[in-house]
C-alpha cells in the first residue's frame, strides 16, 4: 500500500497528463506506438527503454489500472488481462512446467477447477486437493514436485474462509508459490499480501468493475513472478483491452464507497436471513455464526457481499427459488450494482459431478446472492417473497 490512504490511492494513482492538461486520464485506443528512430526502436525492444511499443504488451491506460491495484494490495508489479480466468490460466501456466504439482483448496471457482482437471494433465501437470475446513490436510500433500500452493478466501460460492498467514507458513516452509485468488474480497477488504501471499489474483470483472459493464483480470505480487507471467502473456496475447482498462481504472476510484454500501446491505439481510423458516443455513463472513468467523474478522475488514444460503428442500427448491425472483437478476455475474441471486448446483457449477460438487461444499439447495446496492428494504422484500412462494 501507498504512504496514501486508500481512497486516496485509488483516485489519484493517475498516469502523467498530457500537454492538453487534462484532469480525466484520456482512453488510448491504439493497436501500437511509433517510434523516434531505428535506434530508438531497437532500444525500446531490448527493454533497454521503458515504453509502450504494442498494445498487446502494454497500453497506457492498462498501465494506469495495473498501478492502482498494485498499490492498493501493497505489491511490487502486476500484469493486466482480458478476463479473470486468463489472469488464473496465465499464471500457472507461466510458472508450471511438465511434472509440476499443485495443491489447491477444493472450493475453486467451476473454471479453475476444469483447468487443474481436464486441461492441465494434458501437460502433465498435477493437482491434489484439500479441503478449505481442514488446512491440516495441506502438508500431506505436498511432494517434491509440488510448486504452486492456491486458494480463494473467501470462496466460490460458499464464502468459506481460510487463514492466509497459515498458508504463508506452509508456502515458505516447502518453497511454494502461495497464489490467492481475492476477487471477492477486493483489495479494499484484505490485502493477502500483507499475509504472505506471493502473488494475488482477481477478476476485476466483478467488484472492481462494479457495474456489470466490463471485463478484465488483474495479477499482482512479487516482481519476478510477476515478470514470468508478463514475459508469457506478452507472446500468448491475452491482454486487457484499452477500453476495459480504462473503465476499471474509473471504476477502482468508487471501489471503497461501493463496497461499503454492499457490506452493509449485506449484512444486514444476512442477519435477517437466519431467522426465515425456509433457510437452513446462512453462510457470511462477518456472522458468527460462520465457522470461520474470527478467521474473516482477523484478516477481511468488512464480510464482502456475498451470501450463501441453504434452501429447504434441495435442488428443486433452489430453482423454485430463483424462479421467484422478481426484482433480483438471474444471472452468472456477481459484484454488479444490481442484486444477483444463482444456484451454482444447476449452473456454475453444474460440469461438476454430484460428488465433486458436494466435495467442494456445493449442496442441491445452496443459492449465491450478490448482493447489490438498492435500497436494503426492497431487496430483502424480493427474496423474502421468492423463499415464501
Not at 490485502?191 to 495479477?219: C, E, F, N, W
Not at 496475447?237 to 471504476?251: D, Y
Not at 437466519?274 to 446462512?282: G, M
Amino acid at each position: 500500500m501507498s504512504d496514501k490512504n486508500f481512497e486516496t490511492t485509488a483516485i489519484r494513482t493517475q498516469l502523467e497528463r498530457s500537454h492538453f492538461q487534462e484532469h480525466s486520464i484520456p482512453m488510448y485506443v491504439t493497436s501500437s506506438f511509433i517510434f523516434e528512430d531505428a535506434e530508438d526502436m531497437r532500444a525500446s525492444f531490448s527493454e533497454e527503454k521503458n515504453r509502450n511499443i504494442y498494445s498487446r504488451f502494454s497500453n497506457p491506460n492498462t498501465t494506469e489500472f495495473v498501478e492502482k491495484v498494485v498499490a492498493m494490495e501493497g505489491a511490487q508489479d502486476g500484469y493486466a488481462f482480458a478476463t479473470g480466468m486468463a489472469a488464473i490460466y496465465a499464471s500457472f501456466a507461466a510458472l508450471l512446467s511438465s511434472g509440476d504439482h499443485i495443491v489447491s483448496a477444493r472450493s475453486v471457482f467451476g473454471s479453475t477447477h476444469t483447468l487443474f482437471t481436464k486441461y492441465f494433465p494434458k501437460w502433465n501437470i498435477t493437482t491434489s486437493y484439500f479441503d478449505i475446513n481442514n488446512p491440516d490436510e495441506i502438508e500431506g500433500l505436498i511432494t517434491p514436485s509440488t510448486k504452486i500452493l492456491y486458494a480463494e478466501s473467501p470462496t466460490n460460492p460458499g464464502v468459506d474462509i481460510i487463514d492466509l498467514e497459515l498458508l504463508s507458513k506452509i508456502a515458505k516452509k516447502h518453497n511454494l508459490i502461495l497464489i490467492i485468488d481475492n476477487c471477492f474480497a477486493t483489495p479494499y477488504i484484505q490485502q493477502p499480501i500483507k499475509y504472505g501471499a506471493d502473488l494475488v489474483v482477481h477478476s476485476a470483472t466483478k467488484l472492481m468493475d462494479g457495474q456489470g459493464r466490463v471485463m478484465g483480470g488483474v495479477v499482482v505480487g512479487n516482481s519476478d513472478l510477476v515478470r514470468e507471467i508478463y514475459l508469457f502473456s506478452r507472446n500468448t496475447g491475452p491482454a486487457m483491452s484499452p477500453f476495459n482498462a480504462w473503465t476499471l481504472s474509473k471504476s477502482l476510484e468508487t471501489l471503497a464507497v461501493r463496497v461499503d454500501r454492499h457490506c452493509e446491505n449485506a449484512v444486514k439481510i444476512a442477519e435477517t436471513l437466519e431467522n426465515n423458516e425456509h433457510i437452513s443455513t446462512v453462510k457470511y463472513p462477518f456472522l458468527k455464526s460462520h465457522p470461520q468467523y474470527k478467521i474473516a474478522k482477523k484478516q477481511m475488514k468488512l464480510g464482502g457481499n456475498i451470501i450463501a444460503i441453504e434452501v429447504k428442500g434441495g435442488i428443486e427448491a433452489g430453482r423454485n427459488f430463483l424462479n421467484a425472483i422478481k426484482m433480483c437478476s438471474l444471472s452468472a455475474n456477481l459484484g454488479d450494482t444490481r442484486t444477483i441471486v444463482t444456484h451454482p448446483a444447476s449452473t456454475t457449477h453444474s460440469k461438476l459431478s454430484e460428488e465433486e460438487r458436494l466435495a467442494a461444499g456445493i449442496t442441491p439447495g445452496l443459492v449465491r446472492i450478490s448482493v447489490g446496492l438498492e435500497n436494503v428494504k426492497d431487496i430483502l422484500q424480493d427474496i423474502e417473497q421468492a423463499l415464501n412462494h
